[in-house]
């Protein structure tokens, strides 16, 4: 009997050996991430995207002040068209980065034409994401860029914001819409 628990305890402890620990869960570091709460914040976040742009299409600014910039521009770097395309749902927020982006497109030295022909589509889309955790509800959006050429990706632009507030989340829905059957005589 004492060599069978013998064994028995040998081969236990055998098998706990070939077993591999099964992973533990851990949280990801600390980081931070922009809250938009004003119109100005969306008026950064189209500053974001004109500077990723410029960097990615004509080239990197070399930390030059904007006259200085725009003057490179116009000597030395290429010229680029783009057009902004309306997003696929439209929005108040939608719209408002539509015209910010184009400002500050113009203001790099890109030409931005409303000819859907006319240059390099510039597609964006915002998505919201909400998540509703113990104690608290968490609005986020996401923004993904694209400037496409045919139906290749020439560059593509993605960042995530948190929303402060709930006002800015309705904001970002697309619009209401009815669909209306008109039944003839």
């Given at each position: ?143 993904n860029v694209s400037v ?38």
């Amino acid at each position: 009997m004492k060599i069978s628990y013998a064994l028995l305890v040998i081969l236990c402890l055998g098998l706990g050996a070939c077993t591999t620990p099964m992973p533990v869960e851990t949280g990801y570091p600390l980081t931070y991430q922009q809250k938009m709460q004003s119109a100005h914040h969306w008026d950064v976040m189209a500053t974001d995207v004109a500077n990723w742009l410029q960097d990615a299409l004509i080239g990197p600014s070399s930390g030059q002040d904007e006259n200085q910039q725009q003057a490179a521009v116009a000597d030395d770097r290429p010229i680029v068209t783009l057009y902004i395309q309306e997003p696929r749902y439209a929005s108040p927020a939608g719209e408002a980065f539509s015209k910010l982006l184009a400002t500050h497109l113009v203001e790099r030295g890109f030409i931005v034409t409303t000819n859907p022909s006319g240059g390099l589509p510039v597609s964006y889309d915002l998505q919201v994401v909400t998540d509703r955790l113990p104690n608290n509800t968490k609005d986020e959006v996401i923004l993904n860029v694209s400037v496409m050429n045919a139906e290749r990706y020439l560059i593509r632009y993605s960042n995530i914001y948190y929303v402060g507030d709930k006002s800015q989340y309705v904001a970002m829905q697309p619009s209401a819409s009815r669909i209306m059957e008109v039944v003839g005589p």
